[in-house]
């Protein structure tokens, strides 16, 4: 059966500078709630400071480790809320890495030769923050989460993932109760490596599932820098 697709399907990615009606909500649920007396003003900046100092590092740290404990990867796999613990992450605590409405059943995909995962939330903005940190702005665009499920090959396409044919495409739907993250396959050439040094390499759109870990890329190394070592080891 054909399929036609509408006019903007491949549109790119893209951000959009108009206020959405989340963000005019929280707006002013927020207002609301500072005039209730529930936190005040500086509460709600100092945890906006934090929030944004999380980063993705709870999440590189469980794929880093994983990928040199099988013992602890069975465990991910099977109970992703228990098992952040172990790394200090604590879904169900309000006043530490979790937040009241981090309150949902955390979910670890693995990654394989024959099946790739990539995670959205179709109805907002759900995401797993105690691991992941703030989502990217482009997460929460309505262009990426409209179209990732219907068209997830041609959205990572633009992202520059290209699979072939025989490699499963599986789309996860964030919601209210659960949260998912991506565990990618682990890259040639990291034979030997610490926990450290591969953690290093597990960025966030990684465990998005809209990039794949490479043995010479870091999220905190500018792309330049990537190119000109390339250059210098004769490599493409």
Known sequence: MSRTHDHDAHAPIRTSEEISEFEVLETAV??????KGLFSQEDHRRFAEWAESVGPHGGSKLVAKAWTDPEFKARLLADGTETCKEIGIDWRDPT???TPSDYTYFYVL???????????????SCYPRPVLGMSPDWYRTPNYRRRLVRWPREVLAEFGLHFPPDVE???HDSNQKSRFMVMPMRPEGTEGWTEEQLAAIVTRDTMIGVALPQADWTAQQPPNRVEAAAEKEGRP
């Open 169 to 171: 495409i599986r789309v």
């Open 96 to 98: 530490g890495s979790g």
């Open 30 to 35: 927020r207002e609301l709630a500072i005039e």
């Open 110 to 124: 693995e990654n394989t030769p024959e099946v790739h995962n990539v995670i959205v939330c179709t109805l907002c």
